[in-house]
């Protein structure tokens, strides 16, 4: 593969998954990663800061995904149709051909205290992202980050099950249907 092909962070972010599960997170070196994709040391600290940063690429991106849908949500739109709308925005970028990263990328991380914490820190920042962009639309506390924790959750709970290899629907759709269900039980709590 040249080093001029095009997609650097992906290539990264394969390579990576690929050593992870072949020879473990801990054994693997940044340099091994970028030898895999075909990339320098220096180019892969171009886009992450660390090789704990490869399995969280694109944070930036799906937190101004979700604020940018929210903020074009339509005026009347109740705080859980914006998140709804939002959450369409950022798991359309899921397309089929990622499933097999998701796959590769649950056990990684499950295995690892630093990356479960990483991971925990990229959740809370999602949900921080979606609540700001509820209340730059009026939404007061506490609606604005129960709404927030409820899409997010639902993504991650909706993530896990597209990412099993058997899993034949979309994570859109399995976003709105976890979305759903939630709702439903928090119907329930009263």
Known sequence: MARW???????LVRAALELFTEQGYDATTVNEIADR????????????RDKREVLFAGQDTHTRLLAAAIDAAPG????????????????????????????????????????????????????????DALH???????????????????????????????SKRTLTELTRRTLGELRAALATLD
């Open 136 to 166: 730059k639309r009026g939404v007061p506390e506490p609606t604005a980050s129960l709404a927030a924790e409820l899409g997010i959750r639902a993504f991650y709970d909706a993530f896990d099950q597209w990412a099993d290899p058997a």
């Open 76 to 131: 009347p739109a109740t705080p859980l149709e914006a998140v709804r709308a939002a959450l369409d925005a950022l798991t359309a970028t899921f397309t089929d051909d990622r499933r097999d990263v998701g796959a590769r990328l649950r056990p990684v991380i499950a295995g690892h205290t630093e990356l479960q914490e990483r991971s925990a820190l990229k959740r809370a920042k999602l949900a921080e992202a979606v609540t």
């Open 5 to 11: 092909e095009p997609n650097a962070q992906e290539r």
């Open 37 to 48: 994709a075909g990339l320098t040391k220096t180019t892969f600290f171009r886009h992450f």
